[in-house]
């Protein structure tokens, strides 16, 4: 049994995250393990982890590095259809708060990727099954750089970080995947109270007070990242004064905004 499996089963105290387990030494990547499990009738909480992914993807159609030392896992969760908006809070904070809790000092980019020093060390990907429209199950896929050299991989070197870079030595694998399944569970089950969430969501973001660049697709569009609304989408002041909501894309800092 794998140290991390082992670690979660002896030490897991979550109500039904994780409690469902599957371990892959190698797979293509856990959102395709999860989405075939959850149509076929896997649990809410079931935990897919993967020891190293070679076809890892992350948002908007980019691809995700999964070597061995890192944290690739995919949660299905069955939510009401209200939590669903919340998704990327509860997610992203999940990991912020798990990072917290060592001793470093991270923050989000909005929607979801988590950065040190301005360096990503976890993306997250979330995606839903649909039956005519409505959502039947959404996937949380999380990978974290836990235990490696993100400096030796070219693809990632000028951007990338990971937790044993930033403490100077490697910490288990398990005790982080633990207390993200610990903290997402908990968040999860506050959906009830979504203005709590989105409030600590964009407390803990470097987005919010910055001029920003969103690019989505083909079109891009500046302005002053002002608040995140109710419905969890980028408020953005553009330069005439009038507001834009941004619901999804890749939000750039500008050079010199703050």
């Known amino acids: 049994m794998p140290d991390i499996v082992s670690y979660l089963k002896n030490n897991l105290t979550t109500g039904f995250i994780g409690k469902e387990l599957h371990y892959l030494a190698i797979t293509s990547s856990t959102q395709d393990i999860a ?30 590095l999964s070597p061995e030392g890192g944290l690739a896992t995919s949660i299905i969760l069955r939510p009401a259809m209200s939590a669903v908006p919340l998704l990327p809070a509860i997610s992203a904070l999940s990991v912020f708060r ?66 044993s870079v930033q403490l100077g030595h490697e910490l288990p694998a398990g005790r982080v995947a633990l207390r993200v399944y610990t903290e997402l569970e908990d968040l999860y089950l506050r959906a009830v109270k979504p203005d709590v969430i989105i409030r600590e969501w964009a407390a803990n973001m470097n987005t919010i007070g910055r001029r ?29 004064g009038s507001v834009q909501e941004i619901l999804a894309g890749d939000v750039l800092p500008i050079p010199g905004s703050g």
Not at 119 to 143: A, D, P, Q, T
Not at 224 to 231: D, F, H, L, P
């Open 35 to 64: 989405r075939e499990m959850a149509d076929h009738g896997a649990p809410e909480g079931t935990v897919v982890i993967a020891g190293i992914q070679q076809s890892g993807r992350g948002r908007l159609g980019r691809s995700w």
């Open 98 to 163: 798990t990072i917290k809790g060592l001793g470093i000092k991270a923050s989000i980019k909005w929607p979801n990727d988590i950065l040190i020093s301005g360096r990503k060390v976890c993306g997250i990907l979330i995606e839903h099954g649909l039956i005519n429209g409505v959502v039947s199950y959404s996937i949380i896929g999380i990978g974290i750089n836990i235990n490696f050299d993100t400096g030796l991989y070219p693809e990632i070197a000028g951007f990338a970080t990971s937790l």
């Open 212 to 240: 920003v660049k969103v690019q989505s697709g083909n079109s891009a569009v500046e302005g002053v990242a002002e608040t995140i609304n109710g419905s969890g989408h980028l408020v953005l002041r553009l330069d005439d």
